[in-house]
DNA sequence: TTTACTGCAAATATTTTGCAATATC
DNA sequence: GATATTGCAAAATATTTGCAGTAAA
C-alpha cells in the first residue's frame, strides 16, 4: 500500500471513530495521525513531536499524548513498554503479522514474521475474554550483543 | 511445591547467580526474594516494599528496585508493564505455562494456561537471537467490562 | 452558543542517582 | 582493608492535570 493510500485509508477510520464518539474533528488530530502515517518504525512520543514541530506544526505534547491515546483506542496504533523506557508506538497496518525481538541487554525491539505462529493466536478463544488484538514479545541476547560477550570472554 | 521448598530453590539459584556474577550476598537481596515467594500473583515494588516493611523488615526502596533488577536478569522474577502503570513483577516457577489477557478498559490482568500454545512459542527458532523466555499478551474487553457497557446501552 | 479541545505550566509519580556510612568478601 | 551495597534524599523524567483561551459543532 502507498503512503497515500495508507493515509487516506487510516483518515477514513480515524473519522469513523472520532464520529461514532462524537468528539470533535481537530487539525492537530489529523496532523498527528498523517505524521504516524509517515513513521515506519517504532516511535515515541517525543519523537512524533518533534517530527511535527520540525515541519512547522506546532502542537503541544498534551495534545500528543491525548490524540496517542484515541489512536490506541480505534486500533490504528499499539502501544508497547519494555523495560522503563518511554512508551512506544507503532502503527498498525492490516492484521497484526508480527512479533517482537527484544535483547535484554541493549533493549533493541526488532519485528519479526511468523504467519504460522499468527494463525496459533488467532485461534485462540476465551469464554468470557473479548479479545481484540495481541503482543507477543520474545526476551533474549541479539546477535551485536550476543558478539559483544563473546569478546569479553 | 511447597512455599518453602520454593523457597530453598530460589535461593540456591540466586546464590549462584550472585556468585558466577561476583555480586554480594546481603540480607536484604535475600529478604527481598523471600518476600518475592510469599508473594503468589502479580505485585509492584511499592507493595512488595510495604510487604517488607510490615513484616518488620526494613529496606530502601532503591535496594527494592536494585534486587529486582538482579531477580530478573537472572530469570528468577519477570517484568509487565501495562499502560503506564508502575512495573508489575511476577515471580517464575518452573518453565513458562502461562500467557495474560488484559483488559483495555479496567487495566485488569488475567493468567490464562495455554499448553498447546506454549508448545507452539516453545519451538519456535531464530536464526541469530538467542531466546530466553517470552510474554504474550492478549488484549480485549473483561466479562465485568463486557457487562458494565451492555447496562450503558 | 455551547463546550470540547488546545497550549502552557505546574503537578504527579515512578524510578534513578549521588554520597556518606556500612558490611561483605 | 578494599570496595560493593545500603539508605536517604534529591534529581530526573515521562505523563497527567488545571485552567484560561480558542475553535468545532
Known sequence: ?????LKTTARVSFTEYLCSKKLRRTPERYAILD?????SEHFYVDSLHAKLEQEG????????YNTMELLVDCGLVRRHQFNNQPAQYERVSGPGNHHHLICTQCGKVKEVKDPELMKTMDSRRYPTFNAAYFAIYVYGVCSRCQRKSKKKK
Chains 1, 2 share one sequence.
Open 1 to 5: 500500500m502507498s503512503e497515500e493510500k
Open 35 to 39: 505524521q504516524v502515517c509517515e513513521l
Open 57 to 64: 506544526f506546532h502542537v503541544s505534547k498534551a495534545t500528543v
